[in-house]
């Protein structure tokens, strides 16, 4: 039997022995293959760094930011929903935060000592007050620590955030992309042609993208629907996607 099919890496058409053949050669299989392990290495990272927090929490009786960030698989700024302005936010629980506390405070250990927890304002309707920090003396009651100098802000929280397309990347710019790289064609066929169809879109809309992030981007257009293989190895633009 002899079926006429799409290369889904390369995009080429080839003629498959069996309806179960994707790929055209054994090349285009084998860096299909790599794509597919690495996406799955990706994934299983990402779950065991679930499972790490959950472990976490079963000694906890309460949730950081941070945690419940990584659980909802958003950022912290998304919980905490600095951005007040947003109306797109809205329903977000950071939004809610906002709208019913009067003051939202935080409480984190210090991150050299865990004896030592530092009180500092996030939110508050009045005047905010200055940070504080207090430990647990030997009587088990909490003790005010007159000469704590908090750490820098930056110093306890990771500087370098993994890249996200969603927060680093506008919604204006994935679309000028995604109208460039796919000007004139309905779809395009195979992933290679996929991925280098949008390297030189998003350059051309203003930035350049290395090829790991790129991956990361055509993840996230597909998640979110704004790219969607209507069949193996067919990408369409759907330009009226929800953001
Ligand atoms: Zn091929």
Not at 84 to 108: F, L, P, W, Y
Not at 175 to 192: H, N, P, Q, V, W
Request: hydrophobic content about 30%; some cysteine.
């Amino acid at each position: 039997m002899e079926v006429k099919r799409i290369c889904q890496w390369c995009g080429k058409p080839f003629i498959a022995k069996k309806t179960t053949t994707n790929y055209c050669s054994h090349q285009c299989a084998s860096q299909g293959y790599k794509h597919r392990m690495k996406e799955r290495r990706i994934e299983l990272r990402e779950l065991q760094e679930l499972i790490e927090v959950k472990s976490k929490l079963d000694h906890q009786y309460y949730f950081t930011f941070a945690q419940a960030a990584q659980l909802m698989g958003v950022s912290r700024q998304y919980i905490l929903h600095q951005n007040k302005s947003d109306e797109n936010a809205r329903g977000h629980i950071g939004t809610e935060i906002n709208n019913k506390a009067e003051t939202v405070i935080q409480i984190e250990k210090d991150k050299d000592d865990s004896n030592i927890s530092k009180v500092e304002s996030v939110h508050t309707r009045s005047k905010d007050f200055l940070p504080f920090a207090f430990c647990i003396n030997a009587q088990l009651l909490p003790e005010l620590l007159p000469d704590y100098v908090p750490t820098k802000k930056s110093v306890g929280r990771p500087k370098l955030e993994p890249f996200s397309p969603y927060k680093d990347i506008h919604e204006a710019t994935h679309r000028k992309a995604l109208e460039l790289a796919f000007d004139g064609k309905e779809t395009i066929s195979g992933y290679k042609a996929l991925e280098e169809e949008l390297t030189t879109a998003y350059e051309l809309a203003g930035t350049k993208f290395n090829h790991n992030k790129i991956v990361k981007i055509i993840k996230f257009l597909t998640n979110k629907r704004m790219v969607v293989q209507e069949s193996r190895g067919i990408y369409r633009f759907m330009p009226d996607y929800h953001y």
